[in-house]
């Protein structure tokens, strides 16, 4: 669970994180890095997309100025995968809330800007 977000920072099961983080279950991918800053690609978070994820949460930042490459939804829908793009904070509150649902939920994060 995410315990807190704020920008530049997110505390997932106690642990504070300071750069980018990818989440799949209880895998935690610290140091997410994209090769454009503020725009994610879906080769870059095909890592935690598996077979059984039922819903992809991506934190835009705090503003919500990252953007999603044009081939992340249609790839999503093609796979049944719900698809959430949100500023950061409303991200951590709906990974929360498909958590508790008993869902299978892959998200990544980006905390500043």
């Given at each position: 669970?995410?315990?807190?977000?704020?920008?530049?920072?997110?505390t997932v099961?106690g642990?504070?994180?300071r750069?980018d983080i990818k989440l799949?279950?209880d895998?935690i991918?610290?140091?997410?890095w994209?090769?454009?800053g503020h725009?994610v690609?879906?080769?870059?978070?095909s890592?935690i997309l598996?077979d059984?994820?039922?819903v992809?949460?991506i934190?835009q930042?705090a503003s919500?100025?990252?953007?999603?490459?044009?081939d992340?939804?249609?790839?999503?829908d093609?796979r049944?995968i719900l698809?959430v793009?949100q500023?950061?904070?409303?991200?951590?509150?709906?990974?929360?809330?498909?958590v508790?649902?008993?869902?299978?939920?892959?998200a990544?994060?980006?905390?500043?800007?």
């Open positions: 669970m995410i315990d807190s977000y704020s920008f530049g920072s997110i099961n642990v504070t994180y750069s799949l279950n895998l991918i610290p140091n997410w994209r090769s454009t725009k690609t879906l080769s870059e978070i890592d598996t059984d994820v039922e992809c949460v934190g930042g919500g100025l990252m953007q999603l490459a044009a992340i939804a249609p790839a999503l093609e049944d698809l793009a500023r950061s904070d409303l991200a951590a509150k709906t990974y929360n809330e498909h508790r649902a008993g869902r299978c939920v892959a990544a994060f980006h905390l500043t800007c």
